[in-house]
């Protein structure tokens, strides 16, 4: 069991992968804080890392070694401006030096320091070793990327350590949707209500506002940063953005000069059915653009879905209710966040051992239930909505063409918003004492459908659509 906050779930980073960019960037600055705290890191004269399983076969197309280079070189992924990543990484690759921790200079050639390496460790298929020389000698640390940017050591030395943290923390512990719903029931609050108890435990109500409003604006610059920009994105399989054109044809001739005036326009607009599924689309894809150009995004609960959960919001804030304010997207955003954590604790979020149900699955179940409450649901019907938005995506196959988080992962994303707005709709209309797949049911399924999946369909371009189309490798 672990103690997992909304702002776990939901964390500010670099695209275009959580499991394969942001995890291997967390895991460089954990090395450095070990080899900090063994008094080590001074005397480091050389590195080297190994990537294995899916960080090695998709993990070029996913900026690994970016990652890798960007964490060792003490960037912090919230923080680094965008237009400074490639400069970091060519004057690394031209110099052959890597300034460690922007501390001390170390050399290092890419091409050869990095190594990827085919096989899958035993403990989970994204698994690295930091190796560092010191005095000739080799010293080596092992760390695991598990999917949302959350990173691991094998012998989870804290894992007593966490579940303590996890029961005597939170006043409310929370793994089932069962015990969520015993909880709204004792202290008669709706699931924001007890999720928000529990974040009270960690941080105050300024600080849990003030970090909500910040995952909210990232989200909302990101959705207007995708549709104002036009071309080409990058890998090498040419794929032209769709957002910018979707943008031109549904937007009106209002006036605006940023984000917040932006969303007040598209508020004013006269929106016809057919036109707001094409917003919602146009909402999901333009997130899912910016983290396939290493734009700065949302984990929600994984790079590759982070579009799903803004796409669903900014509907809801735009189309569903024009007086929606902070309120609303407080609501939403921890009632996702807590049911983006169940599914983490009793099954995966890792596409790498779950396919693309365990991250567009789960995107669209913790943007359903989140919607569902804002409309008027019952804590039953939230977790119905979840449910019936994973229920069909079960099995889904994660198969990046050429490694690239961008066919069919930018399209996903658009369905997964689209499906989950319909759950919720669903949902509302549903009696729970008929219902026949209660939630705990479907998070248990899916972690029996990921282990029984082929490996090849787990994030190694090694099945489905990444070799049914003859595409050059990238």
């Not at 804590?379 to 961008?406: F, K, N, R, S, W």
Request: include cysteine.
């Amino acid at each position: 069991m672990e103690c997992i906050s909304v702002f776990d779930m939901l964390k500010i980073g670099v695209g275009p992968s959580s499991s394969h960019t942001l995890g291997p960037w967390r895991a460089a600055e954990r090395w450095i804080e070990e080899l900090k705290a063994a008094n080590k890191f001074d005397q480091v004269e050389q590195i080297t890392v190994d990537l294995y399983g899916s960080l090695s076969l998709t993990g070029k197309g996913h900026a690994t070694d970016y990652a890798v280079m960007l964490g060792l070189s003490g960037g912090d992924p919230e923080m680094i401006p965008i237009d400074s990543i490639e400069s970091i990484i060519n004057t690394i690759k031209k110099d052959k030096i890597l300034h460690f921790n922007n501390e001390k200079f170390v050399p290092f050639h890419p091409e050869t320091d990095i190594i990827f390496n085919r096989e899958f460790l035993p403990f989970h298929a994204n698994g690295m070793i930091f190796t560092a020389t010191i005095d000739g000698k080799k010293s080596k640390s092992t760390f695991y990327s598990i999917g949302g940017g959350f990173v691991v050591k094998e012998e989870r030395k804290n894992s007593k350590k966490n579940k303590e943290i996890f029961l005597n923390t939170f006043p409310y512990p929370i793994v089932k949707g069962t015990e969520l719903l015993a909880y709204c029931t004792q202290l008669n609050l709706p699931i924001s209500g007890v999720v928000l108890e529990n974040e009270r435990s960690l941080r105050d109500d300024e600080a849990i506002d003030f970090e909500l409003q910040r995952i909210w604006t990232t989200m909302l610059e990101c959705m207007y940063i995708g549709c104002h920009t036009e071309g080409s994105l990058p890998g090498g399989l040419n794929v032209r953005r769709r957002a910018y054109d979707m943008h031109e044809t549904l937007k009106g001739s209002l006036p605006y000069s940023n984000p917040e005036e932006w969303m007040e326009t598209i508020r004013q607009t006269e929106v016809k059915f057919r036109q707001i599924l094409k917003w919602v689309s146009c909402f999901a894809l333009s997130v899912n653009e910016v983290n396939a150009s290493l734009g700065r995004v949302v984990t929600a609960p994984t790079n590759g879905s982070a579009g799903v959960i803004p796409a669903v919001l900014m509907y809801y804030m735009v189309i569903e209710n024009h007086e929606a304010n902070f309120d609303h997207i407080k609501r939403f955003l921890l009632v996702a966040g807590e049911i983006g954590s169940m599914f983490k604790k009793s099954a995966t979020i890792s596409a790498a051992m779950g396919g693309c149900q365990a991250e567009i699955g789960v995107s669209s179940a913790m943007a359903a239930g989140a919607l569902c409450e804002l409309m008027g649901g019952s804590t039953d019907q939230v977790l119905i909505a979840a449910e019936i938005a994973m229920e069909h995506h079960l099995g889904l196959t994660c198969d990046p063409i050429g490694g690239l988080v961008q066919i069919p992962c930018i399209e996903r994303n658009s369905m997964g918003a689209i499906k989950a707005i319909h759950a919720a709709e669903l949902a509302l209309d549903t009696d729970p004492a008929h219902v026949k797949v209660p939630f705990d049911k479907v998070v248990s399924t899916m972690w029996e459908t990921a282990k029984d999946m082929s490996s090849k369909y787990k994030e190694t371009s090694e099945g489905g659509l990444a070799v049914a189309v003859n595409i050059p490798d990238c």
